[in-house]
């Protein structure tokens, strides 16, 4: 390749172009005055406090030597302001740079020369010609004949355009090597050579290489403008591609198909998105790069439209920014972003708790994730979700490493933690080595709380495990699930048989100590399908449906799955009620209280006969036989037994003492123990404090200031100003607009 075939070529002709008006070049023609070769100047040091602003008002250009070799000069143009000279020293200045660079510029040089001055045009020096025959060179010949030019060495006149375009054989030698000196006959000897062919070739020639210089200032503006368009098109449609991609994210929706070449039918959500929205949003000058935009339907339209649409087509052939690798880095940017605005959120409300859970995933891997609750400025409570961490080491201390490493990344203080909600694993809650210990030794005000949701369900499974009549029916009801739901064909003729009565077609749901709500989804399927289940086991006629028939198709079955319907009932509005992020602890306690009472009223004879009265009602429906006497259990040798225990209680009476009153003490039992751990007293008062208008004792007053190294008189009279403040509000104010008026009320606690 050519020097000339490379942009840096271009680039380098600049400065050689932006001289152009100070040597007055205006094309080939040149103006009777001196020239001086700006190309070539050299300006010293000693000589910059002599250079004049008379070459241009207030300004001129300084030259400096790039390197010692004179053969190898560069230009450097500097504006700069200098003062005034006077006339003699810029005469000085100009002969001393003429006599420099006279020697390059003269025509004797050769053809060569004449390109290196190219620009610079025709070298015609003002002097004194010598005479031949009475005869010499005229000075006016510089304006009739602009091509020609004087050697001050050869005392020959030369034609420059000639000496530019040289070629041997071609071009006449006495107006390159030569010279012409034959002054008697000059004018017609002009004419003759201006007119000739070769002549005018040569000359347009010149004419078309100082335009390509000239014009080069401008294609490399044009080459600027044009990047700068493509890079403002490309940032533009760099955002619809992220736009998009927080789309897909935010539904939860797969970005890639299955195959995402040519030859594929499906690419993918992320190439199959609706594109009107973003044709609407999209200058026009935008739209010829959508071939490219990670968007859902969007190659399958753009498929379509380029049936007659050439430009999409031909677009389509060289689709970019949908390889997985740059999608991945997408949303790693995009949850970097994220990330560091909660950061920041965080940080300006200092104060933060974390809520730390950890699982099995699907590959095996132990992953932990963090949930972080803090406020803003207007007191709204936000809990936001950072992550997942693969955990290598899942003991105490592994997971509190793991969690300072965390926070760290997050330019958190760990100090500033005030509260800390985990589930009750001994890695977490261990009273010496768990998280929530070493986190208090850390930060002595995180409060550790045993999250609600996870004591309720403990609550639940305890129960399951404790009464033997539930345990066992529970196990009748994963047999269900398993043998219906683990194959489509039984799936579907249950499915049927419900199109068949007329009703919503809906699936069995599993059992599993780790869904809060699973029970109750599970156990009402049963109680609303039971006909349906029953004629399902017939129909399936397999050794596994009979066997499940005839244990489901009982009294002892039906009554324990209704009982435990209602009871679920009711600790299921408990369930989505913890899972509440604006509640406080005094809320979920309430409720908790609430839900404690609701069940202990249900333990009287009248909520026994209803539920009673309905299990007979099924039985007699789907006729089920009434319940027998259930087999005397016999206590082992061994525990001082041998003689089958007596009982004088009915069959009646046996299902409402072992069954229906064991199973509400039991989860009464069990969600108060376990709920009373979670009380904490200290966070009581704070509520107490600034949720009611009731003024906390000296002895409160010390426990907060205590807990929080408060200065205890402060905080009294902070107290009473913020009481008289919530007075004049009615009715009694809730978390946030009680906040806020501490904050109008100047209060500092």
């Known amino acids: 390749?050519?020097?000339?075939?490379?942009?840096?070529?271009?680039?380098?002709?600049?400065?050689?172009?932006?001289?152009?008006?100070?040597?007055?070049?205006?094309?080939?023609?040149?103006?009777?005055?001196?020239?001086?070769?700006?190309?070539?100047?050299?300006?010293?040091?000693?000589?910059?406090?002599r250079?004049?602003?008379?070459?241009?008002?207030?300004?001129?250009?300084?030259?400096?030597?790039?390197?010692?070799?004179?053969?190898?000069?560069?230009?450097?143009?500097?504006?700069?302001?200098?003062?005034?000279?006077?006339?003699?020293?810029?005469?000085?200045?100009?002969?001393?740079?003429?006599?420099?660079?006279?020697?390059?510029?003269?025509?004797?040089?050769?053809?060569?020369?004449?390109?290196?001055?190219?620009?610079?045009?025709?070298?015609?020096?003002?002097?004194?010609?010598?005479?031949?025959?009475?005869?010499?060179?005229?000075?006016?010949?510089?304006?009739?004949?602009?091509?020609?030019?004087?050697?001050?060495?050869?005392?020959?006149?030369?034609?420059?355009?000639?000496?530019?375009?040289?070629?041997?054989?071609?071009c006449d030698d006495a107006y390159t090597k030569n010279g012409f000196n034959i002054w008697s006959v000059a004018i017609q000897k002009f004419n003759k050579h201006q007119s000739t062919l070769s002549h005018k070739q040569a000359n347009d020639s010149y004419i078309n290489a100082v335009r390509n210089l000239t014009d080069n200032t401008d294609v490399l503006k044009l080459i600027d403008n044009e990047h700068k368009k493509q890079t403002l098109e490309n940032r533009n449609y760099l955002k619809e591609i992220i736009r998009s991609i927080i789309f897909l994210a935010k539904q939860g929706l797969p970005f890639r198909g299955h195959r995402e070449d040519d030859e594929s039918k499906n690419k993918g959500n992320l190439l199959r998105l609706d594109l009107e929205t973003i044709i609407q949003s999209c200058p026009c000058t935008i739209?010829?790069?959508?071939?490219?935009?990670?968007?859902g339907n969007l190659l399958e339209l753009l498929e379509f439209r380029s049936l007659e649409n050439e430009l999409i087509k031909k677009k389509l052939k060289t689709l970019k920014y949908t390889h997985h690798s740059i999608k991945n880095e997408l949303l790693s940017l995009i949850q970097q972003h994220i990330i560091s605005q909660i950061a920041s959120e965080i940080k300006t409300c200092k104060y933060y708790s974390v809520i730390i859970d950890e699982t099995t995933d699907i590959?095996?891997?132990?992953?932990?994730?963090?949930?972080?609750?803090?406020?803003?400025?207007?007191?709204?409570?936000?809990?936001?979700?950072?992550?997942?961490?693969?955990?290598?080491?899942?003991?105490?201390?592994?997971?509190?490493?793991?969690?300072?490493?965390?926070?760290?990344?997050?330019?958190?203080?760990?100090?500033?933690?005030?509260?800390?909600?985990?589930?009750?694993?001994?890695?977490?809650?261990?009273?010496?080595?768990?998280?929530?210990?070493?986190?208090?030794?850390?930060?002595?005000?995180?409060?550790?709380?045993?999250?609600?949701?996870?004591?309720?369900?403990?609550?639940?499974?305890?129960?399951?495990?404790?009464?033997?009549?539930?345990?066992?029916?529970?196990?009748?009801v994963k047999s269900l699930y398993n043998l219906i739901e683990a194959s489509p064909k039984r799936h579907k003729v249950f499915e049927d048989l419900q199109k068949e009565s007329g009703i919503i077609s809906i699936s069995l749901k599993q059992l599993s100590d780790t869904r809060w709500a699973c029970r109750y989804e599970s156990l009402?399927?049963?109680?609303?399908?039971?006909?349906?289940?029953?004629?399902?086991?017939?129909?399936?006629?397999?050794?596994?449906?009979?066997?499940?028939?005839?244990?489901?198709?009982?009294?002892?079955?039906?009554?324990?799955?209704?009982?435990?319907?209602?009871?679920?009932?009711?600790?299921?509005?408990?369930?989505?009620?913890?899972?509440?992020?604006?509640?406080?602890?005094?809320?979920?306690?309430?409720?908790?209280?609430?839900?404690?009472?609701?069940?202990?009223?249900?333990?009287?004879?009248?909520?026994?006969?209803?539920?009673?009265?309905?299990?007979?009602?099924?039985?007699?429906?789907n006729n089920i036989d009434e319940p027998d006497e259930r087999r005397k259990r016999k206590v082992p040798l061994k525990l001082g037994g041998g003689d089958i225990n007596s009982s004088n209680l009915t069959i009646k009476d046996e299902y409402r003492v072992n069954s229906f009153y064991a199973v509400l003490d039991?989860?009464?039992?069990?969600?108060?123990?376990?709920?009373?751990?979670?009380?904490?007293?200290?966070?009581?008062?704070?509520?107490?404090?600034?949720?009611?208008?009731?003024?906390?004792?000296?002895?409160?007053?010390?426990?907060?200031?205590?807990?929080?190294?408060?200065?205890?008189?402060?905080?009294?009279?902070?107290q009473r100003l913020y009481k008289t403040a919530l007075e004049l509000i009615s009715p009694p104010p809730n978390f946030n607009g009680t906040f806020r008026l501490r904050r109008s009320s100047g209060s500092s606690i």
Request: glycine share 4%; hydrophobic share 35%.
């Open 287 to 295: 739209f010829t790069h959508i071939t490219s935009f990670v968007l």
């Open 1 to 49: 390749m050519s020097e000339k075939d490379k942009l840096s070529y271009y680039f380098s002709k600049k400065s050689v172009s932006s001289s152009r008006d100070i040597c007055n070049i205006n094309h080939p023609t040149t103006t009777n005055t001196t020239i001086i070769n700006t190309n070539e100047l050299i300006v010293l040091n000693e000589l910059d406090d």
């Open 666 to 718: 039991k989860i009464v039992t069990s969600i108060k123990d376990r709920f009373d751990k979670n009380y904490l007293s200290i966070v009581v008062l704070c509520e107490k404090l600034f949720l009611t208008k009731v003024l906390l004792s000296n002895d409160e007053l010390k426990e907060i200031a205590c807990f929080y190294n408060m200065n205890y008189d402060d905080l009294r009279a902070e």
């Open 51 to 170: 250079l004049s602003t008379s070459l241009s008002s207030s300004t001129s250009i300084c030259f400096e030597l790039e390197n010692q070799d004179n053969e190898n000069l560069n230009l450097k143009e500097n504006e700069f302001t200098t003062t005034r000279r006077t006339t003699t020293d810029n005469h000085e200045l100009l002969a001393e740079c003429s006599q420099m660079n006279s020697f390059k510029r003269d025509p004797d040089r050769g053809p060569q020369a004449a390109k290196e001055f190219l620009l610079l045009g025709p070298y015609q020096p003002i002097t004194t010609f010598p005479t031949i025959n009475h005869r010499h060179f005229c000075s006016r010949w510089y304006k009739i004949y602009p091509w020609i030019e004087f050697s001050e060495m050869t005392k020959k006149a030369y034609c420059f355009v000639y000496r530019l375009a040289y070629s041997s054989g071609r």
């Open 524 to 621: 009402k399927v049963i109680s609303s399908r039971y006909l349906e289940i029953l004629n399902t086991l017939k129909k399936l006629e397999t050794s596994d449906s009979y066997i499940l028939l005839h244990v489901i198709k009982t009294f002892d079955f039906v009554f324990h799955i209704y009982m435990m319907t209602e009871i679920y009932m009711i600790t299921q509005i408990l369930s989505k009620f913890l899972q509440r992020s604006n509640i406080t602890l005094t809320d979920a306690l309430a409720q908790v209280k609430t839900t404690i009472d609701t069940l202990e009223s249900l333990r009287n004879e009248d909520e026994f006969e209803r539920i009673w009265h309905e299990s007979m009602k099924i039985c007699m429906i």
């Open 363 to 476: 590959t095996w891997h132990q992953q932990v994730s963090l949930v972080i609750r803090y406020t803003d400025d207007q007191f709204n409570v936000y809990e936001r979700f950072l992550g997942f961490e693969r955990a290598s080491d899942t003991t105490g201390l592994g997971l509190f490493n793991l969690l300072i490493e965390w926070l760290n990344k997050l330019g958190l203080d760990i100090k500033n933690i005030v509260g800390q909600g985990f589930d009750g694993a001994s890695s977490m809650t261990g009273e010496y080595k768990g998280v929530a210990s070493r986190l208090i030794q850390v930060s002595p005000t995180a409060l550790y709380v045993h999250c609600n949701g996870h004591v309720l369900n403990l609550c639940l499974v305890d129960v399951a495990e404790a009464v033997v009549h539930i345990r066992n029916n529970f196990g009748v």
